[in-house]
């Protein structure tokens, strides 16, 4: 079985900064895409940034402020999140795109999701 944990979610001062980290574990052979998610309170669930291919590919909203250092030997991808505000306020979701075996399939995965509220 595959799993994504997220961890560092927390409560954090407008202008400030917070580092989220995901590690997958499990059956894996080929991590292609992994990266961030990201839902507000009644909206829907949104791209923050996923690299994929040596390249990553950044919301509009975070593009300056976030970046995603990934260590493809641990599996890991952290979410650097600098100059937070209020509108970055939401349940993080880390996400994979991986191959279990050899020739698999690729499939999406995901974490179970952490909590950032940017508030004073």
């Known amino acids: 079985q595959v799993q994504l944990v997220e961890s560092g979610g927390d409560l954090v001062q407008p202008g400030g900064s917070l580092r989220l980290s995901c590690a997958a574990s499990?059956?894996?052979?080929?991590?292609?895409?992994m990266g961030w998610y990201r839902q507000a309170p009644g909206k829907e669930r949104e791209l923050v940034a996923v690299s994929s291919g040596g390249s990553t590919n950044y919301a509009d909203s975070v593009k300056g402020r976030f970046t995603i250092p990934r260590d493809n030997a641990k599996n890991m991808v952290d979410l650097q999140m600098n100059s937070l505000k209020p509108e970055d306020t939401g349940v993080y979701y880390c996400?994979?795109?991986?191959?279990?075996?050899?020739?698999?399939?690729?499939?999406?995965?995901w974490g179970q999701g952490t909590q950032v509220t940017v508030s004073s």
């Open positions: 499990g059956r894996i052979f080929s991590i292609n895409a």
């Open positions: 996400y994979g795109r991986l191959q279990k075996y050899r020739y698999a399939v690729e499939y999406d995965y």
